[in-house]
C-alpha cells in the first residue's frame, strides 16, 4: 500500500494538503506519476524529479520541491511529499 502526503508550505504553514493512497506497492519507476497525480489534486504545476529525489523519499521518506524544481512561477515556498505509510 501507498500513502503519501503531498503538503504546499508558505512561510512553514500548509496551505493545501491531499493524501494519495494506492493500494500496490511502491514503485519507484512510477514516482513521477505519483508526483504528477498529487499536483493534480492540488492544482499546481508538476515540478522537475530528479534521481536525487527519488533516493531522498526512498531513504528519509520524504522530499522537499522548492520554487527551484518548477519551470513555472509557484505561489507558495515548497511542496513537501512524505511517506505516512509503514513508517
Known amino acids: 500500500m501507498i500513502k503519501i502526503w503531498g503538503k504546499i508550505l508558505k ?3 500548509i496551505l493545501r494538503s491531499f ?3 494506492k493500494v ?3 514503485d519507484y519507476s512510477k514516482f513521477f506519476d505519483y508526483v504528477t497525480e498529487i499536483c493534480g489534486e ?3 504545476p508538476t515540478p522537475v524529479v530528479i534521481k536525487t ?3 531522498n ?3 528519509y521518506n520524504f522530499v522537499r520541491f522548492t520554487k527551484d524544481d ?3 512561477e509557484i505561489g507558495f515556498d515548497k511542496l ?3 511517506n505516512i505509510f509503514g513508517r
Do not use: G, P, Q, T
Request: proline residues 0%.
Open 11 to 13: 512561510e512553514d504553514k
Open 19 to 21: 493524501v494519495l493512497e
Open 24 to 26: 500496490e506497492s511502491m
Open 42 to 44: 492540488l492544482d499546481i
Open 53 to 55: 529525489h527519488i533516493f
Open 57 to 59: 523519499y526512498a531513504k
Open 70 to 72: 518548477f519551470v513555472e
Open 80 to 82: 513537501v511529499l512524505e
